[in-house]
């Protein structure tokens, strides 16, 4: 095995509980197991922690709030949607990303591949609101006295990673939700636009818009 | 010894008490700016600004995306100096990565990697590149040379600087139960930049200290004052706290306390 290899087994071994308790890493003994276990604890315990400041902001600038004030979730009438709306951005976060590209693959994003068998990508999330949310977001972390109300509109947001892992959002319609419902790496653009109720030129606007944002991607080899 | 520059790491949410402050010479960036920190135009046009970004781990090359984002980001910061650290924390493929920093094996193979892609990106930097050390919280058995060698032998044969982050060196010391003063002077001192300093916590999954975004101890900045003795070429100290909990109390406090320690 390559001093490369192993380095990954030790990678593998910090990142997967399962792994490590697993006879093929135990007996190799590359490293005290009690201090891979402590140092596995300790970098699962800063990842979630790092996460839930990041994602949960919002939530926080509320917290003076919502620590004082039992009723408080009657001030706050949209609480529920941010919270899932922070859960969402939290997991999409959390997926695979590529770390370095293939000096042999050309690249990401749109364009990059043929315009066939577009697929959405494992883990986009649509959330679907009571509460417009990125009306109020932008105010929560500004000073506020008053806390900053919501409107109540029905709201749909599309949360994806791209393939390096940067998280984005964006308002969504029935024709996108439609959309990434069919996009199953095996339908043709016709198809699609037929199922999703759009001219085929207005699909291709929305599936460019989709691969920026990492909601879709296309097959290769199709 | 040129006079040292101290400094900082740039805290967004200290970004207004930063704009206004006296007696800090740089701001090391960890992240580029957010597109809408109101204080960034005057933080750039105000302080010298170190890029410590995370640039790539150099156990691979870097790709054509990540040297011309470093490039980007040292024109935009005007950086003297580029860093980066010897950590390789993701796995060739990709599947598996720690998010926090984490060390090569100090083998021959790593080496090689390490002083070939090191090579590669200082050759498309227009500013010297300096290395900083990561401490191991264990020793991995296919590990062939004590890491101050390691280091050594990579800094020869790279002509890069060494960005000394001291409580690294002083928590790798304390778990060996060395004195940190003994284990420091094993490291190539000699090739040292910058050096970072700041407070180490007790981590209860550790069970011991570790790196915390806290102000440093009267014994680190003691350890500081021993160390910059030992570093004829260092130009900079920067106080290495990086969060959303660091106060602009803590940040003043501790970069005033190394200059008075200076």
């Known amino acids: 095995m390559s001093d490369r290899a192993l380095q990954d087994d030790v990678i593998r071994a910090l990142a997967d509980a399962p792994y490590r308790k697993s006879a093929a890493w135990r007996t190799r003994g590359l490293a005290d197991p009690d201090r891979v276990e402590r140092f596995a604890r300790f970098l699962a315990r800063h990842f979630y922690h790092e996460r839930v400041v990041h994602f949960f902001k919002y939530s926080r600038a509320l917290a003076r709030v919502t620590g004082r004030m039992p009723d408080a979730g009657a001030a706050i009438r949209y609480l529920g949607d941010l919270l899932q709306y922070e859960a969402a951005m939290m997991v999409v976060e959390a997926g695979p990303r590529i770390w370095r590209e293939d000096p042999e693959s050309g690249g990401e994003g749109a364009g990059s591949e043929e315009w066939s068998a577009p697929e959405t990508v494992e883990g986009t999330v649509l959330l679907e609101l009571a509460y417009d949310l ?17 409107p109540a509109r029905s709201t749909k947001l599309l949360v994806a990673r791209s393939p390096r892992g940067r998280v984005a959002v964006a308002r969504s319609t029935d024709a996108i939700a439609a959309l990434l419902g069919l996009a199953d790496g095996r339908k043709t653009l016709a198809e699609l636009a037929h199922g999703a109720g759009l001219e085929v030129r207005e699909l291709e606007q929305t599936l460019h818009g989709l691969v920026e944002l990492g909601a879709v991607r296309f097959s290769t080899g199709s | 010894m040129a006079a040292l520059m101290i400094g900082a790491f740039y805290n967004p949410h200290l970004g207004a008490e930063l704009v206004r402050a006296d007696g800090i010479d740089h701001l090391a960036m960890a992240d580029p700016p957010a597109a809408g920190d109101p204080h960034w135009p005057a933080i750039r046009a105000r302080y010298t ?5 995370y640039l790539g781990q150099l156990s691979e090359p870097l790709d054509d995306r990540s040297i011309e984002r470093a490039r980007t980001l040292a024109e935009l910061y005007r950086t003297p100096w580029v860093a980066e650290h010897f950590q390789c924390l993701h796995t060739v493929d990709g599947t598996y990565n720690l998010n926090y920093v984490f060390p090569p094996l100090y083998s021959e193979d790593f ?37 101050p060698v390691w280091l050594r032998r990579f800094f ?19 778990y ?23 407070g180490v916590e007790e981590d209860k999954d550790l069970a011991g200290p570790w790196i915390a975004p806290a102000e440093p101890s009267d014994e680190m900045l003691g350890f500081l004052a021993h160390a910059v003795t030992r570093c004829p070429q260092a130009k900079a100290v920067t106080f290495d706290a990086f969060s ?19």
């Open chain 2, 156 to 174: 020869d044969a790279t002509q890069t600087g060494f960005l000394l982050d001291l409580p690294h060196v002083w928590l790798e010391a304390h």
């Open chain 2, 244 to 262: 959303s909990s660091l106060t602009a109390e803590a940040l003043f406090r501790s970069v005033e306390r190394i200059r008075e320690t200076l």
């Open chain 2, 176 to 198: 060996r139960g060395l004195k940190p003063e003994r284990w420091l002077a094993e490291f190539p001192l000699d090739r040292v930049v910058e050096l970072h300093v700041a």
């Open chain 2, 49 to 53: 600004l170190l890029l410590h970004d």
């Open chain 2, 111 to 147: 080496l090689e990697r390490f002083v070939r892609n090191a090579n590669a990106l200082r050759a498309r930097l227009d500013q010297p590149l300096v290395m900083e050390n990561i401490p191991g919280f264990f020793d991995v058995r296919a590990s062939q040379l004590p890491e």
């Open chain 1, 134 to 150: 990125p009306v109020v977001l932008p105010e929560l972390l500004r000073p506020w006295s008053e806390v900053p109300q919501a």
